[in-house]
């Protein structure tokens, strides 16, 4: 039988009535003849909601109950959409992670995929099962302890779930109806891309698109997984949405094809650091080891042997970084006179892999900002994009402006 993935998120499975009309796209699916392979999200806010109580009741958590506290949202979701499909006559079954078991490392809160084995699930489609409904997020670390996959993380196990089954497309049922050359949220002039590079997705996903995690766009480029973005709301015709695909199969783009944003951003300066050999390695050795994710870097002129080192993280993580680098500080590894963060900016990037043959994108995207007024804090370029960290406050009128500038609106 041929087999598809189908993966329902957050607002496509948040009541009821979503679920069965999530599960009818299934039963159509399921009535050209395809097994298919369900991924199910957390009710929309949910997640948030567990994520919430885990905050306020400890900070600086282990993540190891973390997980075991934020996974719980799926497990629900997987038994109410194996009840619906079985009401609607359809056989179903639904696996938590750990049943499957969808193995991960050790990593909690961000663990990555190691295996998926095949048999158990491939045995009850033998068996008449049609519909294998499977709770996105989790996993299971090697102890035997549940994981999950950060947030947005059922993307990532429905890719997976289509590489490890040799799935003829996985399907990601959203809210939007594609993927767009920014969020939609934002302007109205955001445009549907038929199809988008796989290099330009993770782009966009790595920067704070958040319509795909980057992790699963990475796996679906590794094992060329037909990737498609679809809305749940509409009815659906064999060409809908937008195809992730390689940038062969793309005839025509323009040099930036999309803004993205992230709001949760903060900048982190250390005031006042022996500008030494090693001193990187001091700072940002510690950060990594507390599970800090810097992002962009910026040292200082030094001046009578002495700098001021600059660096971006999530915002969520300001406290974390601050108790490592306290800590190194104590322990006489770095001295600094002062740990400043600033928790409202935000970063806004173009990505276009058109930049990698054109100039000039740089200076236009400083010049649109210029005229908006807007200041750059951190500016950090990549092969295929720029991005901006600004004062969260610009971050809708930076992310418009460029929009307009690039003229996104407007196909090749
Ligand atoms: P789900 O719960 O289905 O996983 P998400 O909220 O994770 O949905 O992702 C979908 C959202 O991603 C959209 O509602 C949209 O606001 C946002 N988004 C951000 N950037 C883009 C983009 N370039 N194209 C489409 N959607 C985007
Ligand atoms: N429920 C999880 C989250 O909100 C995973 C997902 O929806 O992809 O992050
Ligand atoms: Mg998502």
């Not at 009535?17 to 199910?40: H, L, M, P, Q, S």
């Not at 497990?75 to 079985?86: E, K, S």
Request: hydrophobic content about 45%; glycine content about 8%.
């Amino acid at each position: 039988m041929p087999l598809l993935v189908m993966k329902f998120g957050g607002t496509s499975v948040a009541n009821i009535d979503r679920i069965r009309r999530a599960a009818k796209r299934v039963g159509v699916e399921v009535a050209k003849g395809y097994d298919v392979i369900v991924i199910v999200s957390a009710m929309a806010g949910r997640t948030n909601e567990l994520v919430g109580w885990v905050d306020e009741i400890s900070p600086l958590y282990d993540a190891r109950e973390y997980d075991a506290v934020v996974s719980s949202g799926e497990a629900v979701t997987a038994g109410l959409m194996a009840l619906t499909l079985q009401e609607m006559d359809i056989p179903a079954r639904s696996w938590q992670g750990w049943q499957v078991p969808l193995k991960t490392n050790s990593s909690h809160s961000a663990a990555r995929i190691e295996e998926i084995p095949t048999d158990n699930i491939n045995a009850k489609f033998g068996e008449g099962m049609q519909v294998a409904v499977v709770a996105g997020f989790q996993g299971v670390s090697p102890e035997g302890r549940i994981t999950t996959l950060g947030r947005g993380g059922s993307d990532t196990t429905a890719v997976a779930f289509a590489a490890a089954f040799g799935a003829e497309r996985c399907d990601i049922y959203t809210d939007v109806d594609g993927v767009y050359t920014t969020d939609p949220r934002i302007t109205d002039k955001a445009r549907k891309l038929d199809k988008i590079a796989f290099e330009e997705m993770l782009e966009l996903a790595s920067l704070g698109a958040k319509v795909l995690q980057t992790r699963s766009v990475e796996l679906a480029m590794r094992y060329n997984v037909r990737l498609r973005v679809l809305s749940s709301f509409e009815e659906q015709s064999d060409d809908a949405g937008t195809l992730v695909c390689a940038e062969e199969e793309i005839m025509e783009s323009n040099v930036v094809n999309g803004i993205a944003y992230s709001r949760d951003e903060a900048k982190m300066t250390l005031i006042s650091v022996a500008d030494r050999p090693g001193i990187a390695a001091a700072i940002f050795g510690p950060l990594s080891n507390a599970g800090v994710n810097v992002d962009m870097i910026i040292q200082n002129i030094s001046e009578e042997g002495r700098t001021d080192m600059t660096f971006s993280c999530p915002v969520d993580q300001v406290a974390r970084a601050e108790k490592a680098l306290k800590g190194a500080k104590e322990k006489g590894e770095i001295n600094f006179h002062d740990l400043v963060a600033d928790t409202n900016v935000a970063k806004v990037s173009a990505v276009g892999i058109g930049m990698r043959s054109q100039s000039g994108v740089a200076a236009k995207m400083f010049q649109t900002l210029r005229d908006e007024g807007i200041n750059i804090k951190v500016i950090s370029t990549s092969e295929i994009k720029i991005s901006v960290l600004i004062d969260r406050k610009y971050m809708e009128l930076a992310v418009q402006s460029l929009h307009d500038a690039f003229e996104l609106d407007k196909s090749a």
